[in-house]
């Protein structure tokens, strides 16, 4: 096997969904030690078992890495069999072409596999009970994939943003910027996540530095937790220090079914524990304030919202 400046192996490397918030990043950090094969949804189509077989069968890899997915979750509640398609019955064929290779599959899944009644951080080996199609149809994938091998790896990460792709933190600056109001649920808590640091937490996971692969479930997710109106309010913040010209300031409190455009049901409490992650590799992710901080110093700078 070839060896990189650093004497680490170079592994061969497919990320499945490159074109997304998470693989887009994958892609480019990973691609300056490994050869990486990026699959976007126009290159593999996770709904059709034909594609998936094009796609894969003629490649050769170590590690397949799977961001892709149907995160749409009100228009999963009406597409059922399409979310179940995407985000459950092709990983399974993907782990089982993958499993015919030798090589490890890290399945990308989302806190929405919870029911979030419960109160303090969900640990991996708690029992989830989604209340969405899109959890329900999440949930399946991963039992799919770690169904084909318990070497396998799932991934579960909440409330992810990132360069890329605007997400919750740009839309909210954005709404601030056009509207005189705004009102988030106060009562549904999680942990905001950064791609950036999924990067690296997978990075330490994957051995991509000669080590074996972790296999089972890892919770993935900066540190703290916060409400939605919490999360808002931190944003808008940082775009009035930063000089943005916002409409309003202040983020009100409301609840959720105050949402009238949501379909689905979401999880009340969505903070994910990492300490098997921590105990695992030595790692404790930062904060997500910091994390946050870092986002915002690159997006904002670079005129994003």
Known sequence: MNM???????LRLVIVGSGGRLGSALLENYSRNHRVTGLTRAELN???PESIRRALEPLEYDRLLL????TAVDYCEDHEDEAFAINADGPKLIAEISAEKGAHV????????????SPGAYAEDKDPKPL???????????????????????ARVSWLYGAGKAAFPEWIIQQAMKQTSLALPEEKIGSPTYTGDVVDFLESLLGLDGGSPAGGIFHLSNSGQC???QWGQFCIDQAAAAGLPLKTRVIDANCLEDI?????????????????????????P???????REHFAKTLVAGVC
Request: charged residues 15%; hydrophobic residues 40%; proline residues 4%.
């Open 46 to 48: 996770l709904a059709d």
């Open 67 to 70: 961001p892709g997915a149907l």
């Open 106 to 117: 890290t399945y990308i899944s989302t806190d929405f596999v919870f029911g979030g009644l």
């Open 286 to 292: 930062r904060s997500w304030q910091d994390a946050m």
């Open 4 to 10: 990189s400046d650093s004497s680490n192996p170079v």
């Open 132 to 154: 969405s199609v899109y959890g329900a149809s999440k949930l399946e994938g991963e039992e799919y994939v770690l169904g084909v091998s318990q070497d396998n790896l799932v």
């Open 227 to 229: 409400t939605w109106q």
């Open 260 to 284: 009238a455009a949501f379909v689905a049901a979401r999880p009340i409490n969505s903070v994910l524990s990492t300490d098997k992650f921590t105990r695992h590799t030595g790692i404790t």
